[in-house]
């Protein structure tokens, strides 16, 4: 069965720590992403990546960066956490596509809901 | 860059009644998915169409890709309360980043019994 975990369900930091958020998936996917989601504002991209050690900015990069050194680990990073970064962090993966009629499925995790105080 | 519209945002149904949920990109789509939140959960994958003016269902759910494949819709018949939850749609752009998919806002619907 595919399975996406996430190392926190729950998390609370202070503003100013650097926080990891960690994803780990077990279907050998190619692609992972990290996405947050806010209310009335959907799921919005913040990095993905399609091999191990490579990278690609989604549209809300700022504030955040990723690693993968594994092909099965991809890592979220708040450098410097902030009030506004406080939300549901969604981590994601899929494999590739093998053209317009293959189904590139995102698989999701449970979730780390992430305060910043 | 792309976009993705959902309409509406929210919908509240008695249970029993129909329920529709539009989804409009400002681009034409490779393919279209459809994804559903329950409350406190995850999206997970409800189906995928391809070609233009496809049409699919499951059980009480049909969905639609327009024939211009910017547009498409999720219809629910007989709501019930098993139905309650948030809907996303997701397309892939032809000129698109591989894999990458944009997702609309969501509907959220609820079911009153």
């Known amino acids: 069965d595919v399975k996406v975990t996430q190392s926190s369900r729950y998390l609370v930091k202070r503003t100013g720590e650097k926080v990891f958020l960690e994803c780990v998936q077990d279907?050998?996917?190619?692609?992972m992403f990290w996405y947050r989601q806010d209310p009335g504002l959907g799921l919005r991209l913040i990095y993905f990546?399609?091999?191990?050690?490579?990278?690609e900015k989604g549209d809300i990069p700022e504030g955040y960066s990723v690693s993968r050194e594994k092909k099965e680990r991809f890592s979220l990073i708040l450098e410097s956490a902030s009030t506004n970064q406080t939300s549901m962090y969604l981590c994601?993966?899929?494999?590739?596509?093998?053209?317009?009629?293959?189904?590139?499925?995102?698989?999701f995790g449970p979730g780390t809901r992430l305060t910043v105080l | 860059g792309q976009q993705v519209m959902q309409i509406p945002q929210y919908q509240h149904v008695q249970e029993g009644e129909d329920f529709t949920t539009y989804c409009n990109s400002s681009?034409?789509?490779?393919?279209i998915q459809w994804y559903k939140q329950r409350p406190g959960g995850h999206p997970v994958f409800l189906i995928q169409?391809?070609?233009?003016?496809e049409v699919k269902k499951q059980k009480r759910l049909t969905f639609q890709f327009g024939e211009a494949k910017k547009n498409s819709s999720l219809h629910i018949t007989a709501t019930q309360t098993t139905d309650v939850g948030t809907y996303f749609c997701?397309?892939?752009?032809?000129?698109?980043?591989?894999?990458?998919?944009?997702f609309g806002k969501g509907t959220k619907l609820s079911v009153k019994p």
């Open positions: 994601a993966s899929s494999s590739p596509s093998g053209g317009v009629s293959s189904t590139d499925t995102q698989y």
């Open positions: 997701a397309g892939r752009d032809y000129g698109g980043s591989q894999g990458n998919l944009i």
């Open positions: 990546s399609y091999d191990v050690k490579m990278k």
């Open positions: 169409l391809v070609k233009s003016g």
């Open positions: 279907m050998d996917h190619e692609n």
């Open positions: 681009t034409t789509l490779s393919n």
